[in-house]
């Protein structure tokens, strides 16, 4: 553990009896201390937001199973609605990848800076050690005169005093540059994050307001100004919605549509390892892309080999996938 790392190499250092001391380092590695407990901190708060988005986003389906409930079948823009849901669940994905793509590797690189650091604080560790060890014999020694182990003995721990002050100074040194570059570090760190969570609101907000335009901008979508020939004008586009749904199906089903309520989610998952799908009921899977596992409500749908679970991804698709490719992150609510 970090702690009593730190605590072994601060009792090292400090100055008590028979041990020498050097208040710079010891104020020096207090503070490398607290910023690895910082580092650790953020990593452990990552991983919250990171799932807080995935709650997000299962709020963001009940919001349009709002919208759909004051809506119909023949609603001229209930594709568009859909096509939106999807597109935001892809945003929403996008999200997740460029973070965990960014900021794991970010925290990763990190931590590798602390070790190496940490190797070169437990060297200067060891020589205080060593030295505190032949100083005491040192004077043990002179009390005892002992003339011939004293003159040994102060060959070796003046060699050991010169090892001593050269790693002191470059530990110092080494610290103290460590802490200015860890800050410019954490300030870009802070700055990129940012700048991903906003272009998460950014984009999701465009989508939105596009599809809000397209509302605005067609008159069949007013109620207090319906007339004949606005009647007549909706039934034509109506038509023609349908007509080109019919044609072409959009590449998944919204999940609010009636031949997709028979199944709950059972809980959310990502990713880990690419999966070629090898038949026409498996997923297509992307590391470190989200899914749903779900469970049939008719448990013969639910018939499959073992280690193999039913999952939807986020645009919809539903099919198998090996349960040793992705993890779980947390329980959801069932979709009523």
Known sequence: MAKSFFRNVTDQITGSSGKTTDAQILQALNHFEDEHLKLQKFKREFDKYT?????????????????RSLTDPSWSQQQTLDQLCVDIGRTRNEHLQHLNKQIISNINTTFDIFEKMKGHIGEQCRIQHDYDKT??????????????KVDRIKN???HLKSALNLINCELRDDLGKFHLDLQSHNRKTVIELFGIHGNFYKNSHKLCSNFVEKLQGNPSTNSSNNNSNNEKD???ETQSSTDVSNKKKPDCIPFSQPERTDYKILHEARVIHDYEAENEDELNLVKDEYISVISFYNEENNIRDNGWEYAEKSDGTIGLFPVNFAVRLYDNEKKQ
Do not use: C
């Open 234 to 236: 909706f039934e034509k």
């Open 51 to 67: 799932q807080a988005i995935l709650v997000f986003d299962n709020a963001s389906f009940r919001f349009f199973d709002v919208i």
């Open 156 to 158: 070796e721990l003046d």
């Open 135 to 148: 100083r005491r014999q040192y004077l043990a020694s002179m009390r005892r005169e002992e003339q011939t």
